[in-house]
């Protein structure tokens, strides 16, 4: 299996540090709104990963944080007149169910920066004994020109950082390249007690602490989006070598973009859905087969008619997994002419090559192209003259490569009428005691089961999406 290591810039053989095993952790998102579908890229693109890599059997940890005290957070609870905490928890549990929409598996761990502020304090106070921090007024900087091996990741030079960084020098800063690993408390912020007085952590330090309480010094492979290459990536190995003496990650895995009209999309730019204004419009699989239709590390441009086009390739399969079933009701298992022989043939090379894509740094673009050629062959060669177990074996092939992808293609998964029915009178029933929050809450569950409500004057209608 070859992953492109942005580390060494070229794709390399898959080895994991202990056989049978991966350890991975994965940036997750800063909680101060809900997450747009740029973010949802890294988070569906790393899943994938960590599915097909327990389809070949690793056991998985696997590990996402969310990132609960920041200036963004603090801002917006400003706004808002309430706590910090409180919107962190807010947007923390909006981001799972948005992920539970989308069909990410839940990490094994997802730790919370505000969780792990002693393991932080711990690391810092490892990095000041050892020569690599210091303190000054109650911020601790990283001494970031005593690690030699600063800018490996993303080929920078210290050098020509350090003359793009001088204008914004800071006085209590050593030198321009140093950044903040814990900073004084300022009016109005959560804080924590530490030896440099009361404060906060700064964002990088949280990330190198998280992972090795959880997966250990040195890991197999980290995760996120390509912005995060520099600075976060590269402090964080800045601060886990120095503070742990090791190698810290073997292979540092980086998605593209998400871009809308070429440009990329980001809140601060305000050219963004949020993954909730999609589940509006679309059953959240789509938006999931959409992205998967990219390979991760190209930049992908967002647009309704490639959400049209996407919606109706997965309908192609969808209706092909449904027909295939219904043979099935009918076929009867006789001999296997030797057509029926090569098509079972047909069907293992199928997957093979659908493995080889993955396998040749998880190229999903042409492994779904793969899932397409089996459900043209499917359509066109099976009959229920056919014998049931090729159909079965061909129905079963596209449902296993789908699920490796976490595509749900089966119309089984789909939620039965009288379930969509009896949620939808909970819904009535919510609305006439005023609970419109479980209300809303009840059609955004419908929509992203793929089902739309329509409230007409004769009641509700639905119709699946
Ligand atoms: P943030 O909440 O900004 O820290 O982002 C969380 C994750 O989403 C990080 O891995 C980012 O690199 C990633 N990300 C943010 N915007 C985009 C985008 N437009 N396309 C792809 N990934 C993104
Ligand atoms: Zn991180």
Redesign the pocket.
């Known amino acids: 299996m070859k992953i492109f290591n942005t580390l060494n810039n070229r794709k390399e053989e898959f080895i994991p540090i202990e056989e049978g095993k991966v350890r991975m952790y994965v ?4 909680v101060y709104n809900y997450i ?1 579908i ?2 949802a ?2 988070m569906i693109v790393f899943d994938t990963v960590r599915r097909y890599l327990e389809y070949k059997g690793y056991n998985v940890n696997y590990v996402s944080n969310f ?1 609960d005290v920041d200036d963004k957070i603090i801002a917006k609870a400003n706004e808002e007149g309430v706590s910090a905490a409180e919107i962190a928890e807010r947007y923390t549990k909006a981001a799972k169910e948005d992920m539970a929409g989308l069909n990410v598996m839940p990490a094994t761990t997802h730790p919370k920066a505000t969780e792990e502020i002693d393991g932080m304090i711990d690391m810092i106070q490892t990095l000041i004994d050892n020569g690599y921090a210091y303190e000054k007024n109650g911020t601790v900087f990283y001494r970031t020109r005593k690690f030699a091996g600063y800018g490996k990741l993303s080929g920078k030079n210290i050098d020509d950082l350090e003359a793009g960084a001088r204008i914004a020098v800071d006085d209590e800063k050593e030198d321009a390249m140093d950044f903040v690993l814990w900073k004084p408390k300022k009016e109005g912020e959560p804080y924590w007690t530490s030896p440099w007085g009361d404060g906060r952590p700064g964002w990088h330090i949280e990330c190198s602490v998280m992972s090795n309480k959880y997966l250990g010094k040195q890991i197999d492979i980290h995760a ?5 290459i520099f600075p976060h990536h590269e402090n964080e190995i800045a601060q886990s070598e120095a503070a742990n003496g090791t190698a810290f990650s073997n292979y540092w895995m980086h ?5 809308i009209n070429n440009h ?3 809140k601060s730019a305000g050219n963004f859905f949020t993954v909730k204004d999609i589940a509006e419009k679309y059953p959240l699989q789509v938006l999931r087969f959409f992205m998967l239709g990219a390979h991760y590390r190209s930049p992908l441009n967002f647009s309704d008619e490639l959400m049209q086009s996407a919606k109706s390739s997965l309908e192609r399969i969808r209706t092909a997994v449904f027909n295939l079933s219904h043979l099935e009701n009918s076929a009867k298992e006789v001999p296997y002419s030797s057509a029926d022989e090569d098509f079972k043939k047909q069907l293992d090379s199928f997957k093979n090559d659908f493995e080889a894509a993955m396998e040749d740094d998880f190229n999903t673009a042409d492994a779904i192209s793969v899932i397409f050629e089996i459900v043209r062959l499917a359509n066109s060669y099976l009959d229920s003259d056919k014998p049931l177990s090729i159909i079965t074996a061909a129905r079963e092939l596209i449902v296993l490569l789908c699920g490796i992808l976490g595509i749900i293609c089966e119309q089984d998964n789909l939620l039965p009428d009288e379930d969509i029915e009896a949620l939808i009178n909970e819904r009535n029933e919510a609305r006439k005691n005023k609970d419109f929050a479980r209300a809303d809450s009840i059609r955004d569950e419908l929509v992203k089961k793929g089902i739309q409500l329509e409230d007409t004057r004769e009641g509700v209608r639905w119709k699946r999406i």
Request: charged letters at 15%; hydrophobic letters at 20%.
């Open positions: 940036c997750g998102p800063t747009h740029g973010n890229r890294p990132t996120g989006g390509e912005d995060l998605n593209a973009f998400l871009n990329k999309m980001s």
